[in-house]
C-alpha cells in the first residue's frame, strides 16, 4: 500500500464495520451462540475472527489518534489476510446466520467481541508503535496459525 495521508487512512478504516448495526437472520440474532468448543475447526475460525477483529479494533484505534504509520501497516496486514478472513466470515456467517453473505459486525456481535477498545493514551502508543512489528510475525498468518491450532487439538 503506498503511504496515505492520515485522513485517507481513517477512511479506509471506517469503510470496514467496526460494530454491529445491522441486522440480519430472523429477528436480528444469532441462531447459535458461543462457542464451538466440541467442534475444533469452527473454534479455530472464532478464534481467529477474535485476532482480525482485535486488529482491525486496533488499526482504527491508532488511525483515530494519528499514528498513522500503525493504521497503515493494519490496512496493509487485512489486505494480505484478505482471504483468509472472507474464510472465516463465511464460515462463520453459515454458522450462526445460516447464510453467507454476513456483515463481519454481526458475526463479531454473536461471538460478544467488543465494538471498541477502550485504551488509555499510555497503552495505545506503544501497541501502535509496535503494530507493524507484530502484524509481520508468523503467529498473524492466519491460515498458518489456523494449522497450528488443529494440529494441537
Known sequence: MKHLALPALLAAVLALPAHADEKVGDGGTASVSG???????????????GIAHGVRLLTLA???????????AGIDWQEREAAQILALNLALGRLYFQRDDVPPDAISAA????????????TLQPACETLAKALAQPRYD????????????
Open 111 to 122: 461471538l460478544g467481541l467488543r465494538t471498541e477498545l477502550e485504551l488509555t493514551a499510555e
Open 35 to 49: 462457542y464451538a468448543f466440541d467442534q475444533p475447526e469452527l473454534l479455530a475460525d472464532q478464534r481467529l475472527w
Open 142 to 153: 492466519l491460515a498458518r496459525r489456523r494449522e497450528e491450532m488443529l494440529k494441537n487439538e
Open 62 to 72: 491508532c488511525a483515530q489518534n494519528g499514528y498513522g504509520a500503525a493504521a497503515e
